[in-house]
Antibody, heavy 122, light 106 residues
Framework: QVQLVESGGGVVQPGGSLRLSCVAS????????MHWVRQSPGTGLEWLAH????????WYADSVLGRFTISRDNSKNTIDLQMDSLRPDDTAVYYC???????????????WGLGTRVTVSS | EIVLTQSPATLSLSPGERATLSCRAS??????LGWYQQKPGQAPRLLIS???NRATGIPARFSGSGSGTDFTLVISSLEPEDSAVYYC????????FGGGTKVEIK
């Protein structure tokens, strides 16, 4: 059974940084691309970032390009999301998600974590 | 970016009734459209992919149809546990989601 467990959320001031982590289990992690998706009352569900199974390629939504960095460690079955220059509109629940297709960015998401909440406020 | 618009915003129906949810894309997504169900305090759950393919374990009362820019999710006979928010998502381009339709059971 696939399990995704996010951590690292919290309250941060505008301009600050936060690092989210996700531990995966129940599937061959090193064979699968992974993604981050967030959900806020204002913007709804928003795809953020993708990382290829071997970590060599990353893609980002325009809203976070240059501020967020996705990475992975296949030896630990983890993916991270480093978030810098945070803004109030980054306030959301952040989900680590497994795609239905092992490769590629144009996919659906068949497994989601419970999410970790990030609040950007002074 | 492909924008998905869902309607209605809220649907209030009785158990056993038929629910029809709409998702319209700002440009053609062919049949690359999926649906998710989200209950309070939970993450979204994939119901349907590629317009009409039910995910594993999804009851047959959920069905999807459409192509191009107009898509429909039908719940043929509502059960109390179907109370949730439903989102559409396209994968024709980088993923994007609709704003959701809340289904309330009277």
């Amino acid at each position: 059974q696939v399990q995704l467990v996010e951590s690292g959320g919290g309250v941060v001031q505008p301009g600050g940084s936060l690092r989210l982590s996700c531990v995966a289990s129940g599937f061959k992690f090193s064979d699968s691309a992974m993604h981050w998706v967030r959900q806020s009352p204002g913007t709804g569900l928003e795809w953020l970032a993708h990382i290829r199974n071997d970590g060599t390629t990353q893609w980002y939504a325009d809203s976070v390009l240059g501020r967020f960095t996705i990475s992975r460690d296949n030896s630990k079955n983890t993916i991270d999301l480093q978030m810098d220059s945070l803004r109030p509109d980054d306030t959301a629940v952040y989900y680590c998600v497994k795609p239905i297709a092992a490769a590629g960015i144009r996919t659906y998401f068949d497994s989601w974590g419970l999410g970790t909440r990030v609040t950007v406020s002074s | 970016e492909i924008v998905l618009t869902q309607s209605p915003a809220t649907l209030s129906l009785s158990p056993g009734e038929r629910a029809t949810l709409s998702c319209r894309a700002s440009e053609s997504v062919s049949r690359y459209l999926g649906w998710y169900q989200q209950k309070p305090g939970q993450a979204p759950r994939l119901l349907i992919s590629e317009t009409s393919n039910r995910a594993t374990g999804i009851p047959a009362r959920f069905s999807g149809s459409g192509s191009g820019t107009d898509f429909t999710l039908v719940i043929s006979s509502l059960e109390p546990e179907d109370s949730a928010v439903y989102y559409c998502q396209q994968r024709s381009a980088w993923p994007s989601f609709g704003g959701g339709t809340k289904v309330e059971i009277k």
